[in-house]
């Protein structure tokens, strides 16, 4: 009997911890990311339901949610195009995010732009455009406007191995350096860009490598591992809010699925599919939280089924939601029409 | 005591940064050398590096933080120091600011400053007069300064724009052109043309250096008794077409001209206009005088051969007020 109470009591104490507390954050927005996503891709996409390219980040949820938990509230965020949890992390709802895919009214763009090119200044997220690492410049402008204010706030940019061959990044990184803003880099390296494997994209191994060529500190993490994450997210914040420059972060991941909704990613061998999915983020992290006593098995079932529900009165919320107005067309090119 | 063009554009830039303490510059070698033709010299002095950014020779990365800038409540006044490398910034420009405020709500207020133009020797890639790409972007304001007065007026009103505005300046005018200017804050809207000189027989519809050739032209057809009507457009976007449809009405004949090169110039554009819009007061088709479609040459016989003068505007305007 009193052997059975102790183990509760541990239990209890644990699941109390301030790493528990994050753990169960960090599976709740990857589960959600993973349910939005699957929706998404594999249901709404295939009934015709959303409209154009769909990119998910399945197997990559770690990054935005390490990321995420990483920022302070009022830093400002430019997530890339699989970087989803970023988004319901700010309080963006699935439903704003079906809506978006939808082309519908109900979405942060209102129909005028489609799938992850969406933002909300007012929640500190910046909309990427479709150009690869062209939101690195963009961030680079907006961290230098907050030392400028003497504020201390400081940027987070996404991206992936792919983008880091632009010349945007080059040059946003270099001047972000050159200015020390408060920057902090996150590479999402999936090895895949598009069909591009890492080796046609770059001649040396890591995206890391780049930063000394710009004096700037980088490391990489397991990019499957949000708490891993977080603690590099942390420290590149504090790099950064001490004024100390931008900080580069390359989460080494994969893609577990193909480049878009359209793609059946053959060129990718079916071996490094099966090996990654050993590595599912949001496995791992559960079986963690079982392990280390952050959560029970019940709990973490309970997590998904209420995030499958809150999902599927999401989509109708978003069904509900109009097109726009084809009035509308002309409005919001400038300040003032004409 | 008369003010060049170059420092009405310096004028309103101080006058700005003291107004409001949010704008501020960013460029190549702004600051301590004051800019490849002085127009920041002596800002660093004044408001120091907090404000008056020197940056890498990063045309992209320059237009990008001018835009996370302003997403951020600055207003940043970008500089190209010429017109020419505004392409290694164009996707940063035409597809990231000009488009934000639709897409998402985002306004971009900032100003991408560019010398441009030719007739100072600088060959192919130090005097293109490019601001046709940007008159084709949505969500672009294109400013065109003729005279010292405007480009102060208009910098003035372009860095208070909450729209991206590309603001080209015309290299050649910058110590050529001057004249006494309004005193105190003065600025001049953008989107309103200016009848530079009233006519009766024809209008020419220019913009930028050109409006000062047309008017030598105006001058020297006038000893023949052609009076010509010469408007400056001041700005492509937004465009005052009322201004042109109404001085169109009144001389029935139009040439619109430009130094930037003939095919998908903006004079086409004009020209459309005008036809479908004051056809039954035309009494002559609408002709345009525009560079020939070549890159800018750069020894001074094929130079002047590229560029429009008023000789060939004469030509022109003799040709069609004899129609
Ligand atoms: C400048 C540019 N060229 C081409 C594309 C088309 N495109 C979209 S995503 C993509 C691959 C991006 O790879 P990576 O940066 O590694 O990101 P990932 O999709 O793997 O997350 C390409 C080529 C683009 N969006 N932008």
Redesign the interface.
């Given at each position: 009997m009193a052997a059975v109470k102790l183990e509760a009591l541990t239990r209890h104490d644990a699941s109390q911890s301030p790493e528990a507390d994050l753990a169960r954050k960090a599976l709740t927005y990857m589960t959600m990311m993973r349910e939005v996503e699957e929706r998404i891709e594999r249901r709404l996409y295939r009934q015709g339901k959303v409209l154009g390219g769909v990119y998910v980040g399945r197997g990559q949820e770690a990054i935005p949610v390490g990321a995420g938990l990483a920022a302070r509230p009022d830093d400002?965020l430019f997530p890339s195009h699989r970087d989803l949890a970023l988004y319901l992390m700010r309080g963006v709802t699935p439903g704003q995010i079906f809506a978006q895919y939808m082309g519908r009214v109900g979405g942060?763009?209102r129909g005028?732009?489609g799938n992850m090119?969406?933002?909300?200044?007012s929640k500190g997220l910046?909309?990427i455009?479709?150009?690869m690492a062209?939101s690195?410049?963009?961030?680079?402008?907006?961290?230098?406007?907050?030392k400028?204010?003497g504020r201390d706030q400081i940027?987070m940019v996404f991206f992936g191995d792919g983008a880091t061959s632009r010349?945007?990044w080059h040059?946003?990184i270099?001047?972000a350096a050159?200015?020390k803003a408060p920057l902090v880099l996150f590479c999402n390296n999936n090895q895949y860009a598009y069909s591009t494997p890492l080796d046609k994209q770059m001649a040396c191994a890591n995206v890391a490598d780049r930063a000394p060529g710009y004096g700037i500190p980088a490391e990489i993490v397991d990019g499957n591992d949000p708490l891993a994450i977080y603690e590099a997210g942390r420290r590149g914040a504090d790099h950064a809010r001490m004024g100390l420059g931008p900080y580069l972060i390359e989460c080494k991941t994969f893609r577990m699925t193909g480049h878009s909704a359209h793609d059946p990613a053959d060129y990718v061998p079916k071996q490094l599919f099966e090996e990654w999915s050993q590595q599912c983020p949001i496995v791992r992290l559960e079986k963690r939280m079982i392990e280390e006593g952050w959560a029970t098995s019940q709990e973490i079932a309970q997590l998904h089924e209420r995030i499958r529900l809150e999902t599927d009165q999401a989509i109708e919320w978003a069904e509900q939601s109009p097109y726009p107005d084809p009035s509308t067309l002309e409005l919001?090119?400038?300040?003032t029409k004409? | 005591m008369a003010t060049t063009y170059l420092e009405a554009i310096r004028e309103g830039l101080f006058e700005e940064m003291d107004r409001d303490p949010n704008v501020f510059l960013l460029g190549e070698d702004i600051g301590i050398y004051g800019g490849a033709f002085k127009v920041t010299a002596g800002m660093l002095d004044r408001y120091g590096p907090r404000r008056i950014v020197d940056t890498p020779i990063s045309e992209s990365a320059i237009v990008g933080a001018a835009i996370g800038a302003s997403f951020m409540g600055l207003r940043p006044v970008a500089e190209m120091q010429f017109a020419d490398f505004i392409s290694c910034g164009f996707d940063q420009i035409v597809n990231f600011a000009a488009k934000c405020r639709y897409r998402w709500n985002a306004p971009a207020p900032m100003v991408v400053r560019a010398p441009c133009g030719g007739g100072i020797h600088g060959g192919p890639y130090h005097s293109q007069q490019n601001e046709a790409w940007f008159a084709h972007t949505p969500g672009l304001k294109v400013v065109l300064p003729a005279t010292a007065r405007d480009a102060k007026g208009l910098i003035k009103s372009a860095v208070r724009d909450n729209d991206p505005v590309i603001f080209f300046e015309h290299k050649a005018l910058y110590r050529r052109v001057k004249e006494d200017l309004p005193q105190g804050d003065y600025t001049v809207p953008l989107g309103k043309a200016n009848i530079h000189r009233e006519g009766r027989h024809l209008s020419v519809i220019t913009y930028s250096a050109m409006v000062h050739v047309a008017d030598e032209a105006a001058s020297i057809v006038a000893k023949e008794g052609l009076s010509v009507e010469v408007i400056d457009l001041r700005t492509l976007t937004p465009l005052d077409e009322d201004t042109i449809l109404a001085s169109v009405r009144k001389t029935s004949k139009a040439i619109v001209f430009h130094e930037a090169t003939l095919t998908g110039g903006f004079g086409g554009e004009i020209a459309a206009r005008i036809t479908e819009k004051a056809f039954e007061y035309l009494d002559g088709p609408v002709m345009r005088l525009a560079a020939p479609d070549t890159p800018v040459p750069f020894s001074p016989t094929l130079e002047e051969a590229y560029l429009p003068n008023v000789d060939k505007l004469v030509a022109k305007i003799r040709q069609l007020a004899a129609y």
């Amino acid at each position: 009997m009193a052997a059975v109470k102790l183990e509760a009591l541990t239990r209890h104490d644990a699941s109390q911890s301030p790493e528990a507390d994050l753990a169960r954050k960090a599976l709740t927005y990857m589960t959600m990311m993973r349910e939005v996503e699957e929706r998404i891709e594999r249901r709404l996409y295939r009934q015709g339901k959303v409209l154009g390219g769909v990119y998910v980040g399945r197997g990559q949820e770690a990054i935005p949610v390490g990321a995420g938990l990483a920022a302070r509230p009022d830093d400002v965020l430019f997530p890339s195009h699989r970087d989803l949890a970023l988004y319901l992390m700010r309080g963006v709802t699935p439903g704003q995010i079906f809506a978006q895919y939808m082309g519908r009214v109900g979405g942060l763009t209102r129909g005028r732009d489609g799938n992850m090119h969406m933002g909300d200044l007012s929640k500190g997220l910046v909309a990427i455009i479709s150009a690869m690492a062209a939101s690195v410049p963009v961030a680079a402008g907006a961290a230098m406007a907050l030392k400028y204010q003497g504020r201390d706030q400081i940027v987070m940019v996404f991206f992936g191995d792919g983008a880091t061959s632009r010349g945007d990044w080059h040059e946003g990184i270099n001047l972000a350096a050159v200015q020390k803003a408060p920057l902090v880099l996150f590479c999402n390296n999936n090895q895949y860009a598009y069909s591009t494997p890492l080796d046609k994209q770059m001649a040396c191994a890591n995206v890391a490598d780049r930063a000394p060529g710009y004096g700037i500190p980088a490391e990489i993490v397991d990019g499957n591992d949000p708490l891993a994450i977080y603690e590099a997210g942390r420290r590149g914040a504090d790099h950064a809010r001490m004024g100390l420059g931008p900080y580069l972060i390359e989460c080494k991941t994969f893609r577990m699925t193909g480049h878009s909704a359209h793609d059946p990613a053959d060129y990718v061998p079916k071996q490094l599919f099966e090996e990654w999915s050993q590595q599912c983020p949001i496995v791992r992290l559960e079986k963690r939280m079982i392990e280390e006593g952050w959560a029970t098995s019940q709990e973490i079932a309970q997590l998904h089924e209420r995030i499958r529900l809150e999902t599927d009165q999401a989509i109708e919320w978003a069904e509900q939601s109009p097109y726009p107005d084809p009035s509308t067309l002309e409005l919001d090119v400038y300040e003032t029409k004409g | 005591m008369a003010t060049t063009y170059l420092e009405a554009i310096r004028e309103g830039l101080f006058e700005e940064m003291d107004r409001d303490p949010n704008v501020f510059l960013l460029g190549e070698d702004i600051g301590i050398y004051g800019g490849a033709f002085k127009v920041t010299a002596g800002m660093l002095d004044r408001y120091g590096p907090r404000r008056i950014v020197d940056t890498p020779i990063s045309e992209s990365a320059i237009v990008g933080a001018a835009i996370g800038a302003s997403f951020m409540g600055l207003r940043p006044v970008a500089e190209m120091q010429f017109a020419d490398f505004i392409s290694c910034g164009f996707d940063q420009i035409v597809n990231f600011a000009a488009k934000c405020r639709y897409r998402w709500n985002a306004p971009a207020p900032m100003v991408v400053r560019a010398p441009c133009g030719g007739g100072i020797h600088g060959g192919p890639y130090h005097s293109q007069q490019n601001e046709a790409w940007f008159a084709h972007t949505p969500g672009l304001k294109v400013v065109l300064p003729a005279t010292a007065r405007d480009a102060k007026g208009l910098i003035k009103s372009a860095v208070r724009d909450n729209d991206p505005v590309i603001f080209f300046e015309h290299k050649a005018l910058y110590r050529r052109v001057k004249e006494d200017l309004p005193q105190g804050d003065y600025t001049v809207p953008l989107g309103k043309a200016n009848i530079h000189r009233e006519g009766r027989h024809l209008s020419v519809i220019t913009y930028s250096a050109m409006v000062h050739v047309a008017d030598e032209a105006a001058s020297i057809v006038a000893k023949e008794g052609l009076s010509v009507e010469v408007i400056d457009l001041r700005t492509l976007t937004p465009l005052d077409e009322d201004t042109i449809l109404a001085s169109v009405r009144k001389t029935s004949k139009a040439i619109v001209f430009h130094e930037a090169t003939l095919t998908g110039g903006f004079g086409g554009e004009i020209a459309a206009r005008i036809t479908e819009k004051a056809f039954e007061y035309l009494d002559g088709p609408v002709m345009r005088l525009a560079a020939p479609d070549t890159p800018v040459p750069f020894s001074p016989t094929l130079e002047e051969a590229y560029l429009p003068n008023v000789d060939k505007l004469v030509a022109k305007i003799r040709q069609l007020a004899a129609y």
